[in-house]
């Protein structure tokens, strides 16, 4: 057992444990998913059936990781393992059984979009208040009930949330929840939620069906199972209920999917449910050095929700962490860059042992402008998917109507995409008519002329259409017919003659995605290559599966929750400000304060051996300069690990109105700021706090401001008014503050009181 070799004792326990439930609780870097790793190839040496291991992970790379280690140490029996996210192995599962619960198997998964825009329809045809039932509301309503397994009827016969609903003006959510179910059903599609509040429905009605996935998965397996929903949680104890073997690994102080409904009671309650728990804990972090497990245990101890653990590293102290100070986002985004180029030159490291980590997505705008300009080569992990942009979502339409042409969004996202002269008043007349002969819309659409007044012509040209496409899709490779599609639907053409950047970008894009598929039709490890094998679980992938370059060497950039088991040998946690991060929406409540803080230690805890901490002291948001108080987390940190390089100096240009604006008008006429001429910045407090206006400071109206006057900045303290250029309401004021030295200010923005 040399393959157990590199394990320490407790780690060798967990993994040697392989009968009956498992939990292993453990801080971050202690080696659980190495745990997880380790058991299936020990299940596999000795003489489990691959077939029957299940293994269910936070994000599809991460299981994509562990089959190559598994195969590494057991060779191809690794392939056999079902293993990945929640979702993609329960969408395999319901495409085998989708037919018992009343649903096709060639079922197409709404995504995020798709979900939205049924709702929109459902709304604007109650002709709801789009501000009380915003889509963005009503969506999670019904996520949040689906993820608490409440299905339409039993959400319409709860009386409490009725009266909840009621009281809050939004009586008709009940109906609303209906409808959507039903119009999802009627397309032959599922939405992500569906996928997991589907498969209990399947295994808690079908007892033959639990049964034979009971004895399949004979050894379960879950990581992170701190941020498991109820739903979830339900389906491993189901399929767990006779084996009782399960093993489930997590760590409390990492979970930070509460706003998505993960339930931290779910490791709570562990015991509970399985009385003969074995559990393990795991203390040492192996992956970072000292002083960073410090910083990250001093964050975590403000919390006071928590399990106590002692988690420490045996590695070197190592560097300190710094905190950087910028003036404004665009120049965070410039010392991160020279932070990056400097500690790659100096310390001979590659692109790839970088990573930025950031609260919001918005944040990487000022991270990607700065590296692209010193040239660094960087990724983008879990943003805007690839598979997400219009152009791609546009041809997989297509190729969703051709395998389910009851699939409503896609029918009327491509019904007239090119335009071949199908225009709204015709869709809606086709909706209507569906909805009163209880047929599907492309079933009116085969029938046009009988049930579609005025029907144009091209109705029927249509319905022909993708009749021919699913021909071609049953008699040629993949590759063959999503070129056809492609080709004759004219969406290739159209793009092609969009002869703007953009419009080439799309067009590489199709190409892209067509080059994709053509691999996929030439793969040799896998029997069934038809498109529809392709296509099935599209809407699951994220930019990180598509990425064929995996390799390459590029800084990684991601939000700190697509972070979470992931480890970089430096990292930089960006945007460390109040209002930011902890974010604005979480100041309301202890218990997502609190959420916001364990976001932070994973934010911590993926470095390895640097770590660099950055804020800036303003910031554009929606178009508006606003001055950021650096982050209180920044404040819980013991001092002594601390090391602040305040050295950076507000550019007289930057003042924050032209950079920005320069840049969101044109990307490339965006010009580097001019060297510092202000004054080093005195800092009172070691994190620079804001002056603290004078009692009674109240912003005055400065349309009559005039140079030499003295004034009041709510957070730049004292000054006097330099210049004044522009004419209303675009006037620039250069102002001399005491405190911070020169700057330029648009004064309908400006919090300026005159004294
Ligand atoms: P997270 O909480 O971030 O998910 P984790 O507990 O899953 O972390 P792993 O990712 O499994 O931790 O391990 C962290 C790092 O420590 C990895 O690089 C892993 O290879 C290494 N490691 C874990 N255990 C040992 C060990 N016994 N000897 C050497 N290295 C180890
Ligand atoms: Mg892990």
């Known amino acids: 057992m040399d393959y157990l070799e590199g394990l320490n004792p407790e780690q060798k326990a967990a993994v040697l444990q392989i009968k009956g439930p498992v939990m292993i609780i453990a801080g971050a870097g202690s080696g659980k998913t190495r745990v997880i790793t380790f058991r299936v190839a020990h299940l596999i040496r000795s003489g489990v059936d691959s077939f029957n291991?299940?293994?269910?992970?936070?994000?599809?790379?991460?299981?994509?990781?562990?089959?190559?280690?598994?195969?590494?140490?057991?060779?191809?029996?690794?392939?056999?393992?079902?293993?990945?996210?929640?979702?993609?192995?329960?969408?395999?599962?319901?495409?085998?059984?989708?037919?018992?619960?009343?649903?096709?198997?060639?079922?197409?998964?709404?995504?995020?979009?798709?979900?939205?825009?049924?709702?929109?329809?459902?709304?604007?045809?109650?002709?709801?208040?789009?501000?009380?039932?915003?889509?963005?509301?009503?969506?999670?309503?019904?996520?949040?009930?689906?993820?608490?397994?409440?299905?339409?009827?039993?959400?319409?016969?709860?009386?409490?949330?009725?009266?909840?609903?009621?009281?809050?003006?939004?009586?008709?959510?009940?109906?609303?929840?209906?409808?959507?179910?039903?119009?999802?059903?009627?397309?032959?599609?599922m939405d992500f939620d569906d996928l997991l509040f589907k498969t209990n429905e399947l295994l808690k009605?079908?007892?033959?069906?639990?049964?034979?996935?009971?004895?399949?998965?004979?050894?379960?397996?879950?990581?992170?199972?701190?941020d498991t929903n109820f739903s979830q949680y339900l389906i491993v104890k189901r399929l767990a209920a006779v084996n009782e073997n399960i093993c489930v690994v997590g760590d409390d102080a990492q979970s930070i999917y509460a706003f998505r409904g993960a339930n931290i009671q779910n490791i709570l309650n562990f015991e509970k449910d399985y009385p003969d728990?074995?559990?393990?804990?795991?203390?040492?972090?192996?992956?970072?050095?000292?002083?960073?497990?410090?910083?990250?245990?001093?964050?975590?101890?403000?919390?006071?929700?928590?399990?106590?653990?002692?988690?420490?590293s045996q590695k070197e102290s190592g560097d300190k962490i710094k905190v950087m100070r910028a003036f404004s986002d665009n120049e965070e985004g410039k010392l991160v860059a020279d932070a990056i180029m400097y500690q790659r030159t100096s310390n001979g490291l590659k692109w790839h042992d970088f990573a930025i980590l950031y609260r919001t997505n918005a944040q990487s705008r000022s991270m990607e402008e700065a590296l692209r300009k010193n040239g660094i080569p960087y990724k983008i992990y879990g943003g805007l998917s690839f598979y997400q942009r219009k152009e791609i979502k546009d041809l997989i339409a297509y190729f969703r109507l051709t395998f389910n042409p009851n699939d409503e969004e896609a029918l009327k996202r491509v019904i007239n995409y090119p335009k071949r002269g199908i225009g709204d008043t015709t869709v809606d007349r086709i909706i209507v008519a569906a909805d009163k002969n209880n047929i599907t819309p492309f079933e009116v659409i085969l029938e046009a002329n009988r049930y579609v007044e005025k029907a144009p012509a091209s109705l029927n040209a249509f319905a022909a259409m993708i009749q021919s496409f699913q021909v071609i899709t049953k008699n040629q490779s993949a590759y063959e017919a999503a070129l056809h599609i492609a080709q004759h639907s004219g969406l290739l053409k159209d793009l092609y003659e969009d002869k703007s950047v953009e419009g080439l970008n799309r067009y590489e894009n199709i190409q892209e995605l067509l080059n994709g598929i053509k691999e996929f039709s030439e793969r040799?490890?896998?029997?069934?290559?038809?498109?529809?094998?392709?296509?099935?679980?599209?809407?699951?992938?994220?930019?990180?599966?598509?990425?064929?370059?995996?390799?390459?060497?590029?800084?990684?950039?991601?939000?700190?929750?697509?972070?979470?088991?992931?480890e970089f040998p430096q990292v930089h946690i960006v945007g460390l400000e109040e209002n930011l991060f902890p974010s604005q929406m979480s100041l309301n409540s202890r218990s997502d304060l609190e959420e916001e803080r364990r976001l932070f230690y994973v934010a911590i805890t993926r470095a390895e051996y640097k770590l660099t901490i950055s804020y800036a002291t303003s910031r554009f948001k929606f178009g508006t300069l606003i001055s950021c108080e650096p982050s209180r987390f920044l404040d819980e940190i013991d001092a002594k690990y601390l090391e602040l390089d305040f050295t950076a100096k507000p550019a007289a240009s930057s003042s924050f109105d032209d950079e920005r604006s320069a840049w969101t008008r044109k990307n490339d006429t965006y010009t580097k700021p001019k060297a510092a001429t202000a004054p080093p910045v005195k800092t009172t407090s070691i994190l620079a706090k804001a002056h603290v206006p004078s009692p009674g400071f109240k912003p005055s109206d400065t349309s009559n401001l005039q140079v030499g006057m003295q004034v009041e900045h709510e957070r730049f303290g004292f000054g006097k008014v330099l210049t004044l250029e522009g004419n209303k309401p675009d006037i620039k004021a250069t102002i001399f503050f005491k405190e911070i030295g020169q700057k330029q200010l648009l004064l309908k923005f400006a919090k300026l009181s005159i004294v």
Not at 110 to 115: R, W
Not at 150 to 179: H, P
Not at 205 to 226: G, P, R, S, T, W
Not at 548 to 558: G, N
Request: charged share 25%; glycine share 4%.
């Open 277 to 312: 728990l074995k559990i393990f804990k795991l203390e040492q972090n192996y992956r970072s050095t000292q002083n960073i497990v410090n910083v990250a245990n001093s964050v975590i101890a403000n919390n006071k929700e928590q399990l106590k653990k002692n988690v420490f």
């Open 53 to 189: 291991i299940l293994v269910l992970t936070f994000t599809n790379k991460a299981a994509r990781e562990m089959r190559e280690r598994i195969n590494h140490i057991c060779g191809p029996e690794a392939k056999n393992i079902w293993m990945g996210t929640f979702h993609s192995v329960f969408a395999k599962l319901l495409r085998v059984e989708a037919n018992r619960i009343g649903y096709p198997s060639n079922f197409t998964i709404y995504d995020t979009d798709d979900s939205k825009s049924v709702l929109r329809a459902i709304l604007k045809e109650m002709q709801l208040d789009d501000k009380l039932y915003s889509v963005n509301f009503v969506l999670n309503r019904i996520s949040a009930a689906k993820n608490n397994l409440v299905g339409w009827q039993e959400y319409q016969n709860n009386e409490q949330i009725q009266a909840d609903d009621f009281s809050s003006g939004r009586g008709m959510l009940g109906t609303i929840y209906q409808t959507y179910v039903q119009r999802c059903y009627r397309a032959g599609a």
């Open 524 to 566: 040799e490890d896998i029997e069934e290559k038809g498109l529809d094998i392709f296509m099935q679980d599209v809407a699951l992938l994220t930019n990180d599966d598509k990425d064929k370059d995996k390799d390459a060497d590029t800084v990684s950039l991601m939000t700190i929750h697509s972070s979470k088991g992931l």
């Open 205 to 226: 009605n079908h007892a033959d069906i639990l049964n034979k996935y009971q004895q399949k998965f004979k050894y379960l397996m879950v990581d992170e199972y701190q």
